[in-house]
């Protein structure tokens, strides 16, 4: 019962930081309703702040397969809801079908942003995942550099109302689905101060990291639970 309460306190404790984050992604990335000219948000297509916009391949249109270990080949299922890559959820391709498919080879700081199936799930990619390529599921975002605090991107991607947008613009047949146009077409609402943007990314990547590790410690608390119980309802540990 003690560990029940404990698992419990620590759900309600993290539903609660979710309803805070959200209420925080409301208000710091809605623009001033009111500001002075010089504080008034920017609004750009994508595709006038990137190097590249790009997806990839699957390996066996050119005549590959996947292989057992190698270079991590990311797909949609690979990238969780909150935006992480999870490596034991990706498949390998070899060195040389790597080099065929040159294009889609993913570099740190890219944002990958599913155009397939669920939409919009995004992530941004860091240096321990590499070498690694994509599949014609996920777009590849390479952003210019001083344009736009890609943190700050990611955050916009998962706010209400652009999953929403992202939802009317869909093409819809055997799934829902985007286009690289679409992506380059995407109208980003941003402050003109790098600064401030990186300000709100740091704020909300703070909230995001108190709920994984509250996360963390509702699945240790969980586990531990299923231990107790092991070790008391079968008797092999006894209270006396």
Same mark, same amino acid.
């Given at each position: 019962?003690?560990?029940? +309460?404990?698992?419990?306190?620590?759900?309600? #404790?993290?539903?609660?930081? !979710? &309803?805070?984050?959200?209420?925080?992604?409301?208000?710091?990335?809605?623009?001033?309703?009111?500001?002075?000219?010089?504080? +008034?948000?920017?609004? !750009?297509?994508?595709? /006038?702040?990137?190097?590249? %916009?790009?997806?990839?391949?699957?390996? *066996?249109?050119v005549?590959?397969?996947?292989?057992?270990?190698?270079?991590?080949? =990311?797909? =949609?299922?690979? =990238?969780?809801?909150?935006?992480?890559?999870d490596?034991?959820?990706?498949?390998?391709?070899?060195?040389?079908?790597?080099? %065929?498919?040159?294009?889609s080879?993913?570099?740190?700081n890219?944002?990958?942003?599913? %155009?397939?199936?669920?939409?919009?799930?995004?992530?941004?990619v860091?240096? /321990?995942?590499?070498?690694? @390529? *994509?599949n014609?599921?996920?777009? =590849?975002? !390479?952003?210019?550099?001083n344009? &736009?605090?890609?943190?700050?991107?990611?955050?916009?991607?998962?706010?209400? /109302?652009? $999953?929403q947008? #992202?939802? *009317?613009?869909?093409?819809?047949?055997? $799934?829902? @689905?985007?286009?690289?146009?679409?992506? @380059?077409?995407?109208?980003?609402?941003?402050?003109?101060?790098?600064?401030?943007?990186?300000?709100?990314?740091? %704020?909300?990547?703070?909230?995001?990291? /108190?709920?994984?590790? &509250?996360?963390?410690? #509702?699945?240790?608390?969980?586990?531990?639970?299923?231990?107790?119980?092991q070790?008391?309802?079968?008797?092999? *540990?006894?209270?006396?």
């Amino acid at each position: 019962s003690d560990a029940d +309460a404990w698992i419990e306190s620590l759900e309600q #404790l993290i539903a609660k930081k !979710r &309803l805070i984050k959200q209420g925080a992604m409301q208000t710091l990335l809605t623009p001033p309703s009111h500001a002075e000219p010089d504080e +008034a948000w920017e609004v !750009r297509k994508l595709g /006038e702040m990137v190097n590249l %916009i790009t997806k990839g391949t699957t390996p *066996t249109s050119v005549g590959k397969d996947f292989v057992d270990s190698g270079i991590n080949f =990311i797909k =949609i299922e690979s =990238i969780t809801k909150n935006g992480r890559i999870d490596l034991t959820k990706v498949a390998f391709i070899d060195e040389s079908t790597n080099e %065929i498919l040159s294009r889609s080879k993913i570099q740190e700081n890219d944002i990958l942003f599913s %155009i397939a199936g669920a939409l919009g799930r995004t992530a941004i990619v860091k240096k /321990e995942i590499l070498p690694a @390529n *994509t599949n014609q599921a996920l777009g =590849i975002i !390479r952003l210019k550099e001083n344009t &736009l605090d890609r943190v700050f991107l990611y955050y916009f991607f998962n706010t209400s /109302e652009f $999953q929403q947008m #992202l939802n *009317t613009i869909s093409v819809t047949g055997a $799934q829902p @689905n985007l286009s690289l146009f679409n992506l @380059n077409e995407f109208e980003i609402l941003f402050p003109k101060s790098k600064e401030e943007q990186t300000r709100i990314a740091t %704020i909300l990547s703070d909230m995001d990291a /108190e709920l994984e590790a &509250l996360e963390a410690q #509702l699945q240790k608390a969980k586990q531990m639970k299923q231990g107790m119980m092991q070790e008391l309802l079968t008797g092999r *540990t006894r209270l006396v």
